[in-house]
């Protein structure tokens, strides 16, 4: 599988729900506002958990989100972060990284184990899960929110894919 391309999807999309989000902050109710900022914060956690993992490195963070909700700058900046780390890392990852088993300890202090390819195929899928989560919550105030679909950012990336369907 290549996740290379996955990773830049993730990435996009990420970038494209915080600029929407960002837009249109100030309309959101404060409880919601909290919720979006927090439920992609979340996702941020987590991915640098897992990169910490696949490093061998000292985790960052002792639980699944952070006590402090960070501002919509500073989740875009740690959100860049970890998504260009994990583009550039599917991008160079061989078969055997991919097969590599990764045991670590959850944040809850039960152990696990997982292929690297199972931990990138998590953090895709669960970023989208909260991706839709905080899409909800501009839905729910009547306000824009992104068309976050691997095919919308495939057309976008690669025009001529357009051309002959």
Same mark, same amino acid.
């Given at each position: ?37 927090? !439920? /992609? ?19 960052? @963070? ?9 501002? !919509? ?15 550039? @890392?599917?991008?160079? $990852? ?28 998590? /953090? /895709? ?8 989560? $905080? ?17 919308? @950012? ?12």
């Amino acid at each position: 599988m290549d996740f290379s391309k996955a990773f830049q999807y993730k990435k996009w999309a990420n970038n494209e729900l915080l600029d929407i989000g960002e837009q249109q902050f100030s309309r959101l109710p404060e409880s919601d506002a909290t919720f979006f900022v927090r !439920i /992609l914060n979340h996702t941020t956690v987590v991915d640098s958990l897992f990169i910490s993992r696949i490093l061998g490195e000292p985790e960052k @963070y002792n639980g699944d989100n952070t006590i402090e909700t960070p501002t !919509i700058s500073e989740l875009r900046d740690t959100m860049n972060q970890n998504d260009s780390w994990l583009v550039q @890392y599917a991008g160079e $990852a061989s078969r055997e990284d991919l097969e590599k088993v990764v045991s670590f300890k959850f944040v809850d202090g039960d152990t696990g184990q997982m292929l690297i390819e199972e931990i990138l195929l998590h /953090l /895709l899928t669960h970023g989208s899960n909260h991706r839709g989560m $905080a899409s909800r919550v501009l839905a729910e105030n009547n306000l824009e929110r992104p068309k976050d679909t691997f095919t919308r @950012y495939l057309h976008q990336v690669e025009p001529l894919r357009r051309v002959g369907g």
